[in-house]
């Protein structure tokens, strides 16, 4: 007889071995996986551990009170030691205002504030997906009462102007009866151009002086810092993007007239820097203009970028109508939908749902190209506001802070742009990849 | 028989112009041509009435006058003698020099971080993304600013280099001292470097740059050759021939022996005796600063399109790949990166055109480039606004043309050829 051994009870479960669970399997999969790899990590360490060590001293003698560098200095090295280094926030705790507001009145500092707080309640219909209707009628209302906060002056000339929509409507509805939809349009259009041109200015004077009402003027040179920023950057944003989808429809168009000029126009502003573009709104955009017509500083300004912004918009919506399929466009003509019904309903949505991405990037481009308005002497932040405070004689010889501010005030705002927009393209996605 | 063409026929009205799909493109097209015209000749007007009220012609004249301004970093040869137009060509090598350079590095450093950011290794993908997120979101104008101060507020001056034989006689070392063994210089004026130097050249430079070039596109053709030749046999036998070493001999010997003949050496910096470096080039700070920050700052958004490219590859085609047995660095080369590279070229172009025209912003650290020359320096002295501001527009506008149909050349061939 043999004897059979085998077991009659279960063993419990024995964990795997020490190199195959937990942090050292971590560590063995995504950092030490081959010679190769286990090199890079070790190199990324040593790099990121000499970084820590040479800016952890500068950040931990930051100093917060001070009113020169002289006293900050003296500060850190009452603190730290001779030959110590360290940050000196306290150029920021004292100028932030400049930053934010440039040479703004400081009395006045409340007009910009609610005109940035307004802007939110006006983009609503955009950010959430149910506004009440009468919403979009703020909105549309808002740039005639941001321009009245920002600049003050009197009340009248932003209503008289905004009366000019008022009076293309009043044309529409009395002739559209008649006429039909798109000579009405044009009529009304052509009634509110007139109006604007020769009716706006004696109208807003005559108003002024039976009643004058109005807040204290701000001059366009007194605007600076992220104020100016924001105001070039979200003009240009929110005039950038009907333009530039109006400038993609041409460019696709089969007249080709109007391609040829969209073309042109496309190419042309995407072919030269902003730079040159900026400096033609600040040098020769008078020449342009009938002898002695001249207009403010930050409007040419604002003008030359949403053209810019446009173009790229342009050529972004552009890709996003070619990505659509063919069938969608044909589905469209076949339902008996005309040009503009059809590319309201059928072929926007679905063009400008796929191009969010470039539109978005786009419009980081443009914020970030704010700072160049500095070359035209403008006071944004990044060139203009810090030379400005390091002019002064306390905060000579001061150069990492104002920058390391103003970086990251940028970095803050165009992050939340591109994770906005990546919550936006997830929020409306419809396919099931 | 009652054909087609028998039917009722209308009587054209007015109204069709507008409402009948055949007529209204028609219409809106005369109507839009009539506009622009009606507007480009109110601006035409406007600009003759404002010159005739300036009182000057429209005219290019100015650029033949002597410029008298001097320029630190110039190609061709330029004194403050010459005219406004050679300072403009200065101007514009310098824009061409600093782009070139540009996207080289931005395409070495964009495909890098690309790839490592893909990387399995945590950590290196994390760094990458870091990199990639803080030089995106951050304006390319800080980039060129924080590189440039360091550059010249934490350098020592040229003279601190400064060796003179009572120094040597005193055993006294210089305030500081050059580094890479003695060869490189950095001073708060720029950066001296050693330099390609020809001892008897040919008589005129062109003719050294031609036959430098012919040379090598001369040798160029013959490793086509021997790669073709090499191809054939391996369809043929199946066995690829060895030819590494006859490439390399082929590529390299010719230009070698030139050089050689001519007369080639490096022409080394001296440190100052009196006041400034002898021999050597000299790398100004502020191309430095700005060819670094577009560098990285453009590096960043290639770096994501890279990224994007091979993720849109699907993932079927490695797994194929890896099936027909093929290893995972020829998978990439041949399997990924062919079909990656289709969905890469095009934003890559719009990257390399985007450099091109930041260049531009030189002007933060004082960068005579065409915009510093033309649109800068010269615009100022002759005051001709209109007419230089409308030049540099054009030259811009043209490169950025030819970059773009270059560009466009090479995508076209890498393009999937679909029938």
Known sequence: MSTQFHRTEMLPAQSPPIGERGLVKWLRANLFATPLNAFMTLVSIYVIYSLVRWLFPWFGNSVWNASSLQECRQIITAAAGEGATGACWALIKERWHQFIFGFYPQDLYWRPTLAFILLFVALAPVLFPHPPRKLFWFTFLYPAIAFFLLWGGSVWLPVVTMLGFGVMGLVYRLLVGRVGVTVATSLGVLAAVLWWLFADGTLAHGLESVSPIGLRAVDSDEFGGFMLAIIIGVTAISFSLPLGILLALGRQSDMPIVKTICVGFIEFIRGVPLITLLFTASLILGYFLPVGVTFDVILRVMILVTFFAAAYIAEVVRGGLAALPRGQYEAADALGLDYWRAQRLIILPQALKISIPGIVSTFIGLFKDTTLVSFVALLEPLRGVTNAVRADTDWQGIYWEPYIFVGCIFFIICFGMSRYSMYLENKLKTDHR | ?419
Not at chain 2, 104 to 111: E, H, I, M, P, S
Not at chain 2, 171 to 195: D, F, H, K
Not at chain 2, 333 to 338: A, G, R
């Open chain 2, 1 to 419: 028989m009652a054909l087609a063409a028998d039917a009722p026929k209308d009587s054209f009205r007015l109204s069709m112009l507008v409402y009948d799909t055949r007529f209204r493109s028609i219409t809106i097209q005369v109507a839009v041509l009539i506009l622009f015209v009606l507007a480009l000749s109110w601006l035409y007007g406007n600009v003759t009435a404002n010159l005739a009220a300036k009182g000057r012609p429209f005219s290019f004249d100015f650029l033949w006058v002597r410029a008298g301004y001097d320029i630190a970093q110039r190609p061709i040869s330029y004194t403050n003698d010459s005219t406004h137009f050679r300072a403009a060509m200065v101007g514009l090598s310098n824009t061409v020099i600093l782009a070139a350079l540009g996207c080289f590095f931005a395409t070495l450093l964009g495909v890098t971080a690309g790839v490592l950011r893909l990387s399995k290794n945590w950590l290196i993908a994390r760094l990458m993304t870091v990199y990639v997120e803080i030089f995106r979101n951050i304006p390319l104008l800080l980039w060129i600013l924080v590189i440039f101060v360091p550059l010249g507020e934490l350098t020592p001056a040229p003279n601190a280099f400064k060796v003179t034989d009572q120094m040597i006689a005193d055993g006294v070392e210089p305030a500081a001292s050059m580094i890479l063994a003695g060869t490189v210089a950095v001073t708060n004026r720029g950066t001296y470097m050693p330099w390609a130097q020809l001892e008897h050249p040919l008589p005129s430079g062109w003719l050294t740059f031609g036959a430098i070039a012919a040379v090598l596109v001369l040798s160029f053709l013959a490793n086509a050759r021997i790669v073709m030749r090499a191809r054939a046999v391996q369809e043929d036998t199946g066995v690829r021939p060895t030819t590494w070493w006859k490439s390399l001999l082929v590529l390299f010997t010719p230009v070698i022996v030139l050089l050689w003949a001519m007369g080639f050496h490096f022409d080394l910096v001296q440190p100052p005796t009196r006041f400034n470096f002898q021999g050597g080039i000299l790398v100004l700070n502020s191309f430095l600063a700005i060819l670094i920050a577009l560098s990285l700052y453009t590096g960043a958004f290639i770096a994501e399109i890279v990224r994007a490219g091979i993720l849109a590859i699907s993932h079927g085609q490695s797994e194929a790949a890896f099936a027909l047995g093929l290893r995972p660095n020829k998978t990439m080369k041949l399997i990924i990166l062919p079909q990656a590279l289709r969905v890469i070229i095009p934003p890559l172009i719009s990257q390399f055109l985007n450099l091109t025209k930041n260049t531009s912003l030189g002007i933060a650290v004082s960068y005579l480039d065409l915009r510093g020359t033309l649109g800068g320096i010269t615009l100022n002295q002759t005051g001709r606004e209109l007419e230089c501001m409308l030049l540099m527009m054009m030259i811009y506008l043209s490169m950025s043309l030819i970059i773009s149909s270059v560009m466009n050349l090479y995508n076209r061939s890498v393009q999937l050829k679909e029938r």
